[in-house]
């Protein structure tokens, strides 16, 4: 069965414009002009992803995203803004958002992010497993193989980021959005701090490493014989 998405855009040209490039990919795609359409049509039949325009005619987006994230837990959501300024992406993460792509976007990174997100709702939510690297967010475990391995809660928060994304390139951008909420004392190197100290305690003395550095873009953690 083809898995369904529900854009929720206004502007009838990118609504269509997506609906068929979508569709093209193989998707099952519905589409809604407002956010009273889209909780309708989520009442009826929910879809494995969400695409929301944060600025509607009616409902704000916002509004409907608090409802997916509530009423429909198993629905991920792709925030579609021309909103690029972080607080508003950051209000948007916060509020339940997966992840969130700006206009204008490409069509390529737009069809990545969402064959992240509809990969990614089909993992356990509790036990993530990359390789021999094994997560579990209920006990808030980490293990690579027969050995334990203690994080602080900052190191936690960015592999478990890594691991739901994995195989997928995350900018320094991306994950300060997620891991650090875009503080304005926070600068972009403190990823690369922070990966330094994840390679030590999770790839340090392993042949196969897991976190690889994707110059001039970010990271990405992925089970690889490659050497960094």
Not at 81 to 95: Q, R, S, Y
Not at 196 to 205: A, S
Request: with cysteine; hydrophobic share 35%.
């Amino acid at each position: 069965m083809n898995q369904a998405i529900l854009i929720v855009e206004d502007d009838r040209g990118i609504r269509e414009y997506l609906r068929e490039l979508l569709t093209s990919e193989g998707y099952s795609v519905t589409t809604a002009p407002d956010g009273t359409t889209a909780l309708e049509k989520l009442d009826k039949t929910p879809p494995d992803l969400v695409i929301l325009d944060l600025k509607l005619p009616d409902i704000s987006g916002e509004s409907v995203c608090r409802t997916i994230n509530k009423e429909y837990t198993q629905t991920a959501v792709i925030m579609l803004t021309a909103k690029d300024t972080p607080t508003d992406v950051v209000k948007g993460l916060n509020l339940g958002a997966d992840d969130y792509i700006t206009k204008p976007f490409e069509e390529q990174e737009l069809l990545a992010r969402v064959k992240a997100r509809l990969r990614n709702k089909g993992k356990d939510d509790d036990v993530i497993t990359v390789g021999d690297l094994v997560l579990n967010s209920k006990t808030f475990s980490v293990k690579r193989g027969d050995k334990n391995i203690t994080l602080t809660p900052q190191e936690y928060k960015l592999l478990e980021y890594l691991m739901r994304n994995s195989n997928q390139v995350l900018t320094r951008e991306m994950i300060l959005n997620r891991i650090w909420l875009y503080s304005p004392d926070i600068q972009s190197r403190v990823v690369d701090v922070y990966i330094g100290y994840l390679r030590k305690k999770i790839d340090k003395g392993h042949k196969n490493k897991l976190i690889h550095s994707i110059r001039g873009f970010g990271y990405t953690l992925k089970e690889s014989e490659e050497k960094n």
